[in-house]
C-alpha cells in the first residue's frame, strides 16, 4: 500500500515512528488473540457439524497465527539503528515479511483448491452440515471484520504496509467466512454440493491475495520506485528551496515504507562550492521536513543564467558538480 504524505501529515513522522513498534506489536497480538479463538472453534465445530468449508475457514484462520508471529518479528527488527552492515538501517525487514506473508497465503489457498477439489471429485460422500455450523461462521464472519478495521486503522496510523497488508488478510478472512456462510445455508437447504464449492472460492481467493502480497513486496525488494505522484511532490519540494535554479534526474526507491532518494539540483555556476552545498542542504532538510523520505543525495550542477556572461568563470575554471547526502 502507498501512501500520499502532505507537510502537516510528516508533523507527526517521529512520533508515528516511535510508536510503531508498540503499535504494531499491540494490534497483532489482540490478532493473536482472535485467532486463536476462531481457529480452534472453527475446527472443532467444523468436524462435529460435518462442514468441511468451516474446517477450511479454520485452517486459514489457523495460518494467521503464523503471519502475525512473522509480523511481530519483522516489526521487531526493523525498528533497530542503521549500522555498518546496515547503514540505511533495517525497514526492508517489513518487506521481507510482507513477502513471507504473501506466500504463506498463496501456499494456504492452493493447499485448500486442493482439498475441495478432491471433495468436489467424490461428491457422493458430502454429507448434510449441522446448523450450529452456520452460527459459528456467522460469529467469525463479525469477528473478522471488526478485527480488519481495527488492524487498518492502527496500520494507516503508523504509515507501515507490513500491517496495511496483515489487516487486509483479516478482511480476506472475513469475506471467506461470508463464502462459508452460504455454503453451509446451501448445504442446510439441501444442496451439499455448496459446502465444498464454498470451500473452492475460499481458497481461490487465499491464493490470490497471497500472490497479490508477494508479487507486491518482490518489486518492492528490487529497488522499485515511487509513484509518480509522489516523485512530483518531492521534484516541486526541491524547486521550491531559494538558489535551485532546477531539478532533474529524480530517482527513487522504496525502503521499507521510507523512501531513498537521488536527484540532481542546479545552482548559478558564479557561486562558490561552499554556496552551492548549502542551498543542496537546505534542499535536503525540506524534503526530508515534508515526505518521508529517509536519505536524499544531491547532486549540484551548474547553471547559466542567460542574462550574465560566463565567459569570464569557464576560463578560469571547467564546470563539474558536486554532491551532498543528507
Same mark, same amino acid.
Given at each position: 500500500?502507498?501512501?500520499?504524505?502532505?507537510?502537516?501529515?510528516?508533523?507527526?513522522?517521529?512520533?508515528?515512528?516511535?510508536?510503531?513498534?508498540?503499535?504494531? *506489536?499491540? +494490534?497483532?497480538? &489482540? !490478532?493473536?488473540? @482472535?485467532? $486463536? =479463538?476462531? /481457529?480452534?472453534?472453527?475446527?472443532?465445530?467444523?468436524?462435529?457439524?460435518?462442514?468441511?468449508?468451516?474446517?477450511?475457514?479454520?485452517?486459514? *484462520?489457523? +495460518?494467521?497465527? &503464523? !503471519?502475525?508471529? @512473522?509480523? $511481530? =518479528?519483522? /516489526?521487531?527488527?526493523?525498528?533497530?539503528?542503521?549500522?555498518?552492515?546496515?547503514?540505511?538501517?533495517?525497514?526492508?525487514?517489513?518487506?521481507?515479511?510482507?513477502?513471507?506473508?504473501?506466500?504463506?497465503?498463496?501456499?494456504?489457498?492452493?493447499?485448500?483448491?486442493?482439498?475441495?477439489?478432491?471433495?468436489?471429485?467424490?461428491?457422493?460422500?458430502?454429507?448434510?452440515?449441522?446448523?450450529?455450523?452456520?452460527?459459528?461462521?456467522?460469529?467469525?464472519?463479525?469477528?473478522?471484520?471488526?478485527?480488519?478495521?481495527?488492524?487498518?486503522?492502527?496500520?494507516?496510523?503508523?504509515?507501515?504496509?507490513?500491517?496495511?497488508?496483515?489487516?487486509?488478510?483479516?478482511?480476506?478472512?472475513?469475506?471467506?467466512?461470508?463464502?462459508?456462510?452460504?455454503?453451509?445455508?446451501?448445504?442446510?437447504?439441501?444442496?451439499?454440493?455448496?459446502?465444498?464449492?464454498?470451500?473452492?472460492?475460499?481458497?481461490?481467493?487465499?491464493?490470490?491475495?497471497?500472490?497479490?502480497?508477494?508479487?507486491?513486496?518482490?518489486?518492492?525488494?528490487?529497488?522499485?520506485?515511487?509513484?509518480?505522484?509522489?516523485?512530483?511532490?518531492?521534484?516541486?519540494?526541491?524547486?521550491?528551496?531559494?538558489?535551485?535554479?532546477?531539478?532533474?534526474?529524480?530517482?527513487?526507491?522504496?525502503?521499507?515504507?521510507?523512501?531513498?532518494?537521488?536527484?540532481?539540483?542546479?545552482?548559478?555556476?558564479?557561486?562558490?562550492?561552499?554556496?552551492?552545498?548549502?542551498?543542496?542542504?537546505?534542499?535536503?532538510?525540506?524534503?526530508?521536513?515534508?515526505?518521508?523520505?529517509?536519505?536524499?543525495?544531491?547532486?549540484?550542477?551548474?547553471?547559466?543564467?542567460?542574462?550574465?556572461?560566463?565567459?569570464?568563470?569557464?576560463?578560469?575554471?571547467?564546470?563539474?558538480?558536486?554532491?551532498?547526502?543528507?
Amino acid at each position: 500500500m502507498n501512501y500520499q504524505e502532505s507537510p502537516q501529515d510528516h508533523e507527526d513522522t517521529e512520533f508515528s515512528q516511535a510508536e510503531r513498534a508498540a503499535a504494531g *506489536s499491540r +494490534s497483532t497480538w &489482540v !490478532s493473536v488473540v @482472535v485467532n $486463536l =479463538v476462531l /481457529s480452534t472453534l472453527q475446527i472443532v465445530v467444523g468436524v462435529l457439524t460435518k462442514s468441511q468449508a468451516l474446517i477450511a475457514d479454520g485452517v486459514h *484462520s489457523l +495460518s494467521d497465527l &503464523v !503471519s502475525d508471529a @512473522v509480523v $511481530l =518479528v519483522a /516489526s521487531h527488527h526493523s525498528q533497530k539503528e542503521a549500522d555498518e552492515g546496515h547503514p540505511y538501517g533495517h525497514h526492508r525487514f517489513e518487506t521481507a515479511a510482507s513477502l513471507v506473508l504473501g506466500l504463506l497465503l498463496l501456499a494456504v489457498g492452493l493447499g485448500m483448491l486442493w482439498s475441495a477439489a478432491l471433495k468436489l471429485e467424490h461428491h457422493d460422500t458430502i454429507e448434510r452440515v449441522h446448523v450450529t455450523a452456520l452460527w459459528v461462521a456467522a460469529l467469525a464472519l463479525v469477528a473478522k471484520e471488526l478485527l480488519f478495521r481495527y488492524m487498518l486503522k492502527v496500520a494507516q496510523r503508523v504509515r507501515s504496509s507490513m500491517l496495511v497488508a496483515n489487516a487486509w488478510h483479516a478482511r480476506s478472512d472475513a469475506a471467506s467466512s461470508l463464502v462459508v456462510g452460504v455454503g453451509i445455508l446451501g448445504n442446510l437447504a439441501g444442496y451439499p454440493l455448496l459446502d465444498p464449492i464454498a470451500a473452492l472460492i475460499v481458497g481461490f481467493m487465499v491464493a490470490r491475495m497471497g500472490w497479490s502480497f508477494g508479487w507486491d513486496a518482490l518489486h518492492d525488494l528490487m529497488d522499485r520506485a515511487v509513484d509518480e505522484q509522489e516523485v512530483e511532490a518531492i521534484r516541486q519540494t526541491l524547486r521550491d528551496t531559494p538558489g535551485v535554479s532546477g531539478v532533474h534526474d529524480v530517482r527513487t526507491r522504496r525502503m521499507g515504507d521510507m523512501i531513498v532518494v537521488d536527484a540532481h539540483i542546479e545552482v548559478d555556476a558564479q557561486l562558490t562550492v561552499e554556496a552551492g552545498h548549502d542551498i543542496a542542504v537546505a534542499a535536503q532538510q525540506r524534503v526530508l521536513k515534508h515526505h518521508r523520505v529517509l536519505t536524499l543525495m544531491t547532486h549540484v550542477d551548474p547553471w547559466k543564467r542567460p542574462d550574465l556572461d560566463h565567459a569570464g568563470a569557464e576560463a578560469k575554471a571547467p564546470s563539474g558538480s558536486v554532491s551532498a547526502q543528507a
